[in-house]
């Protein structure tokens, strides 16, 4: 009986000691994947500070480019249209990009397209792509409408009516007399005096009238008043 109990009794101790160091390895890895989860939190507070998140853990998923959203670079649209000019058009006013209208054969839709972007994206620059005259001198008009910039009017080189009537109608625009005075035809000069006397409801503008050509001060007193 003793000898069972002695055997025993050591059976137990050793089970005590193996529970016992299993313990202790479980609390040394425990304690250490905390203590690197403090280390790393200390780090990240000394490098950030005020707490916001990293500006470049923000980014690094923002600039990851997903395949199903990645856009077709402008030559495969092209391609795309297969010649089609109104195709050309749209792309050219979809990626803003003048240089798909050249791609253009129909003269009057090539007009329209570099007219049609020179306007949206406010360049003037690219009106002097268009090949008629009074397409040109729309195109410029337009956009210094927009601006209400009567300098580029100057801009047009086609008949002396077009350059006039863009001096006009920035000077409605703006409700600015002062455009007008670059006006050479004399009725277009009267008329023009006229229609900003009444949209801006000054009757000194009419004072500006010479002569009876298009419009008499007479004529735009009663217009405007």
Known sequence: KYMKKKGSSKSLVVILIVIGIFLIWVSFFLGKNIGEKKAIELNNNINNPSGEPNVQEQNAGQNQENPLESQTNAKDEIALCKGNDFCF????LEKKDPSIC?????SSVYDQCYSLIA???NDSSICAKIK???????????IAKIKSDPELCKEINAEEFYKDQCYCV????KLDPEPISYINNPTTKNICYGRVADEKNDLSICNNIIGSSGM????CINGAS
Request: glycine share 4%; charged share 30%.
């Open 119 to 121: 306007i949206a994206m």
């Open 216 to 219: 008499t001060k007479e004529d």
């Open 170 to 173: 920035v000077a409605i625009n």
């Open 102 to 106: 050249g791609e253009i054969r129909d």
């Open 132 to 142: 008629k005259f009074d397409s040109v001198a729309i195109c410029y008009t337009e």
């Open 89 to 92: 058009q749209k792309t050219a």
